[in-house]
């Protein structure tokens, strides 16, 4: 009898804590949505489809395996935060500040990019199919076996070495106006590979 008593409370216990740890999560995810802030913040696997974190302050924060598809990050801080394995495709992100950011196997599928800070930012792994980054500086990124098929590179600096000198995947590229590794600006109309 007592053993079953132990147990039932055990099992209570881990119920209680569960919610309260569900508690938490959302009341740090409305803090975010309320606030537009939330630095350093454990925002791991949550999901922010469509949300309007437009100006967020979300340095250091941690949205490994978050959702963010669809929404609007222009201008948006999130420097050094940890965004492997994050959903990101279709992602409004004018101006935004990814620099130093863990963007391992993100998905930036369909990324709208203009502007983005990323340097430092590590993209191994990451799928930018058919992304739009016009003016991004990807100076010192870690580009290593991103796939990169169909997306738009325009004055893009910086980072495409890396790409270039990994298995990234460049196949119907357009990389108009990219800096190349050996510094050179490709052609207007290069696709899939720098003329």
């Not at 983005?116 to 010192?140: C, E, I, P």
Request: proline share 1%; aromatic share 4%; net charge neutral.
């Amino acid at each position: 009898m007592g053993t079953r008593i132990v147990a039932a409370m055990t099992a209570l216990g881990l119920l209680l804590a569960a919610g309260a740890a569900v508690a938490f999560v959302d009341a740090q995810r409305q803090q975010l949505l309320r606030t537009k802030a939330c630095e350093g913040c454990d925002l791991s696997g949550l999901q922010l489809r469509h949300a309007s974190l437009r100006m967020a302050r979300l340095a250091g924060a941690d949205l490994s395996q978050a959702i963010l598809s669809y929404a609007a990050l222009g201008q948006a801080d999130l420097t050094g935060a940890n965004l492997a394995g994050a959903d990101l495709s279709h992602v409004y992100a004018a101006a935004v500040i990814l620099a130093r950011a863990n963007l391992t196997g993100a998905s930036l599928q369909g990324a709208i990019m203009h502007g983005a800070q990323m340097q430092g930012a590590n993209l191994a792994g990451a799928d930018l199919t058919g992304a739009g980054l016009l003016a991004v500086d990807f100076t010192g990124a870690d580009l290593t076996g991103a796939r990169l098929q169909g997306a738009t590179l325009t004055n893009v600096a910086g980072g495409i070495r890396g790409a270039v000198e990994s298995p990234a995947v460049f196949a119907d590229a357009k990389l108009g106006g990219a800096i190349w590794t050996d510094g050179r600006t490709c052609a207007a109309d290069s696709v899939g590979t720098c003329r």
